[in-house]
């Protein structure tokens, strides 16, 4: 019997029936829904209703380039692309999408809260890198890291999403 490298006994450990999250893909959807608030509240007065709408379809449009982008990566490498595969793919990239609904959430019911504007977008940005750092706090723990390698993997996605807060502190709102 051979035996088994040390890497690869990390392969085997987590080898596993795949999650239904995809958690890269919620940490890039949370830090992409970031980065539409911090932009389009930067800009000075913004619609409610647009900014839901943007982050909605931006999810949607990052969504659909990641599912090409991964689709022709495997074509160029000699797997098969039907619809089946197009499916799978689409649905592994979803969690892009469902990262925007939860900041998309936070500025539609804001007026509920009595949030200005101002406060709105502080107030989704502040829900965005929540979840963001929370995926990344999930994933790691869903990857078997332990409870020191997802403190930091969430400090990580913390620092990511600071930085976003940092541009829209420094350009004025």
Known sequence: MTRLLPW????????RPPSRTDYAGAIYG????ASVIAATSAVGEFA????????????????????????????????PVDRA?????????WSIVEAAVLPAAAVAFSPLLGLGLTDTAWFALA????????????????????????AVESLVNLLFGLVIVAAKAGLGH
């Open 8 to 15: 690869r006994r990390r392969l085997d450990r987590v080898d």
């Open 30 to 33: 949370s830090l992409l829904a």
């Open 48 to 79: 409610r209703v647009e900014t839901v709408v943007l982050l909605l379809v931006t999810g949607l449009v990052f969504w659909a380039a990641h599912v090409y982008a991964r689709l022709v990566g495997e074509r160029s490498i000699g797997r």
């Open 85 to 93: 595969e197009v499916r799978r793919v689409g649905r592994s990239e």
């Open 127 to 150: 829900v965005a890198v929540a979840q963001q750092v929370t995926w990344a706090y999930l994933g790691a723990v869903h990857a078997s890291a332990s409870r020191r390698q997802a």
